[in-house]
């Protein structure tokens, strides 16, 4: 049974950082592509960054400069790095990961078949 638990989320300051991370079990990742993506309440949820498994990355234009995709796949783990936080990256933060091995970066929610439960990040001005 896969799973994609994160963790790391929680209340920070306006220009604060925060890391989550995105720990998978049930299967290796490490030739797949993984992503963040994140909802707000009452909006969608939206694309944040990708990264594939030659590590090429992605990211929205609003975060662009601020956050860093990563991944260790020793540890079978994807990370956000998360500088400059703004109150607009308020949402809940979920990873996500591709069953298939070897694509390119994408942006589409619908690429991912298996999704964590997500962690709340917010961020107060």
């Known amino acids: 049974q896969v799973q994609l638990v994160e963790s790391g989320g929680g209340l920070v300051q306006a220009g604060g950082s925060l890391r989550l991370s995105c720990a998978a079990s049930?299967?290796?990742?490490?030739?797949?592509?993984m992503a963040w993506f994140r909802q707000a309440p009452g909006k969608e949820r939206e694309f944040v960054a990708t990264?594939?498994?030659?590590?090429?990355?992605y990211y929205a234009d609003s975060v662009k400069g601020r956050f860093t995709i990563s991944r260790d796949n020793a540890k079978n783990t994807l990370y956000l790095q998360m500088n400059s936080l703004e109150p607009e990256d308020t949402a809940v933060y979920y990873c996500?990961?591709?069953?298939?091995?070897?694509?390119?970066?994408?942006?589409?929610?619908?690429?991912?078949?298996?999704w964590g439960q997500g962690t709340q990040v917010t961020v107060s001005s």
């Open positions: 996500a990961a591709d069953r298939r091995t070897r694509l390119a970066p994408t942006m589409s929610a619908y690429d991912y078949d298996y």
């Open positions: 049930g299967r290796t990742f490490s030739n797949n592509r």
């Open positions: 990264i594939t498994w030659s590590s090429v990355t």
